[in-house]
């Protein structure tokens, strides 16, 4: 398997609920794939796509949480793809949840080649690229995980748009500084925009927007108090502790 070929680590997340095998270099799973988990308001028997999955973090996340969820993990990069279904079977959870190794951005009848099909998503996860292509990394699968080309985020949105059903929601994570980038990539076929601050600490600037969109809705737009990862002290907060390591969810995940 391509995952053999890589220099992998074994490391628990949510506190043990989750063992993700993942490369020793280059992209690592961080907060960011555990709080889109936690923004994602899924229901048993919704079909739930993760958009550049990597090794599978955020959709095994949702997929423990929530019991008979269909999850398809998208991931361009075959050795990343390979160890997210080795992880799906470690966790237990290859029942649920399948891997498909293709660009995010490719044409509609990749996707469908794959066994996925316009509108036949309820529910899609993605946390795509966002840095800036200045100074890019010497390693490939940081460069896919992280350098955003000019319009890859409006292609990524247009391909969650293609994938869900009316109604059907998108949960993404952002750069906080980026924020209008996001909310102009959505303004074509989403509505219904709730927004979660993230911030490293109080009083200080977000670092990440989570945001949740309903595809073809037209109520407005919700912005919720900031979430403070740690405190002054540069402990992890009560709230931080709930999400990252018991599994409690985000305000964006009530209905």
């Keep these: 398997m391509a995952a053999e070929a890589a220099e992998v680590t074994e490391d628990a997340i949510l506190g043990g609920r989750l063992v993700l095998r993942q490369p020793l270099k280059g992209h690592r799973v961080g907060h960011d794939a555990v709080?889109?988990?936690?923004?994602?308001?899924?229901?048993?028997?919704d079909r739930v796509v993760e958009l550049g999955a990597g090794v599978g973090a955020a959709g095994l996340a949702v997929a423990r949480r929530v019991d008979d969820l269909s999850v398809t993990l998208v991931e361009i990069d075959a050795t990343l793809t390979a160890l997210a279904e080795e992880n799906a079977l470690a966790n237990r959870l290859a029942e649920r949840v399948r891997t498909a190794c293709l660009d995010v951005t490719a044409p509609a009848e990749v996707f469908i080649a794959a066994g996925l099909k316009s509108a036949g998503t309820d529910h899609v996860l993605m946390n795509p690229p966002f840095n800036a292509e200045q100074n890019p990394s010497p390693d490939r699968g940081r460069r896919l995980a992280h350098e955003a080309v000019r319009d890859s985020l409006d292609r990524w949105v247009q391909t969650a748009a293609w994938l869900l059903r009316p109604g059907g929601i998108l949960t993404l994570i952002w750069r906080a500084d980026g924020l209008e980038v996001a909310?102009?990539?959505?303004?074509?076929?989403?509505?219904?925009?709730?927004i979660l601050p993230v911030h490293a600490e109080p009083r200080a600037p977000a670092i990440r927007v989570l945001v949740r969109a309903g595809k073809a809705s037209r109520a407005p737009l919700t912005l919720l108090p900031g979430f403070v990862l740690t405190?002054?002290?540069?402990?992890?907060?009560?709230?931080a502790e709930a999400v990252l390591r018991a599994g409690a969810v985000l305000p964006l995940a009530a209905d």
């Design 231 to 239: 405190d002054e002290a540069g402990k992890p907060t009560a709230q």
């Design 35 to 45: 709080l889109l988990a936690a923004a994602a308001g899924v229901r048993p028997g």
């Design 183 to 194: 909310l102009a990539a959505l303004s074509t076929d989403f509505g219904a925009l709730t």
